[in-house]
């Protein structure tokens, strides 16, 4: 029997789908792998960081002045001034008394004072915002208590008001890259599974198409084809095809009647 052959080539559309399926494969691995190095890692260790309630020690505001720079358009950078503001709490967890910072970002940026304001180009504005802050924990929050935030191993000595990160960025960081890379695979395994039952769809109407036909050959009468022999034997026997006029030599010469009579 011989062997039916059927192609496996893929068509336009699913080369495209395929495509799309390992381009997007791609971009879920390297965004899990961006978004892990980039936020993935800062949030857990905001994490890490107790729940904590936390009373106001003291406000200080030392004389010392800190830069900051500040933008005022593409090519323009500069440099102001910013008062110090120090907030001194004691927390519950560790009994002890600590600096407090707004966030994760102030505490890098200034470890020294506990607010560091927007930076603007009047020194005046800058002085204000703290002053602002100074007078808050001051007089409002002074006498109450409040959720702030401690890590112990990293810094003993200072205490958080706000997590700059929370579950809701390690969502996110997992969910998207995930979720690409889940889609792509998708793509990739259903596009090959399509292709691959079009061609089995493929072999078995060949394979059926071909029985037919054997089937059709093999339906035909003996005596009809018996008939179709003998057919073929009284033609061969007809006098007027089997005569010698009707059939010539391979190499016969035709030869004129004048040459007959001399």
């Known amino acids: 029997m011989a062997k039916i052959r059927v192609s496996y080539e893929y068509s336009e559309a699913e080369d495209k789908s395929i495509r799309l399926g390992l381009f997007l494969i791609a971009c879920g691995i390297l965004s899990l792998f961006i978004l892990g190095f980039c936020w993935l890692s800062p949030t857990l260790q905001s994490l890490q960081s107790k729940p904590a309630n936390c009373t106001v020690v003291s406000v200080l505001r030392p004389e010392e002045m800190f830069e900051c720079v500040f933008t005022c358009g593409t090519d323009c950078k500069g440099t102001s001034l910013y008062p110090c503001l120090q907030i001194f ?100 395994l259903l596009t090959v599974c399509a292709r691959s039952l079009a061609v089995r769809a493929e072999a078995l109407q060949k394979r059926k198409c071909s029985y037919e036909v054997c089937q059709d050959l093999s339906s035909v009468p003996s005596d009809r084809r018996g008939n179709k022999a003998g057919d073929l034997l009284s033609t061969n026997s007809d006098p007027e095809l089997s005569s010698p006029s009707r059939t010539l030599p391979l190499f016969a010469v035709p030869v004129r009647r004048r040459d007959r009579e001399h």
């Not at 005046?124 to 401690?150: A, G, H």
């Open 89 to 188: 709490v004691n927390n519950s967890e560790s009994n002890s008394v600590a600096l407090l910072h707004f966030d994760e970002q102030q505490l890098v940026l200034n470890p020294k004072c506990s607010y560091v304001p927007p930076c603007e180009r009047d020194n005046q504005k800058n002085r204000d915002s703290v002053l602002w802050w100074e007078d808050y924990f001051t007089k409002e929050v002074s006498s109450q208590s409040f959720i702030c935030f401690f890590n112990q191993q990293r810094r003993p000595d200072d205490v958080l008001w706000r997590r700059s990160h929370d579950t809701s960025v390690l969502l996110h960081c997992v969910l998207w890259p995930m979720v690409s890379l889940l889609l792509g695979t998708l793509i990739v």
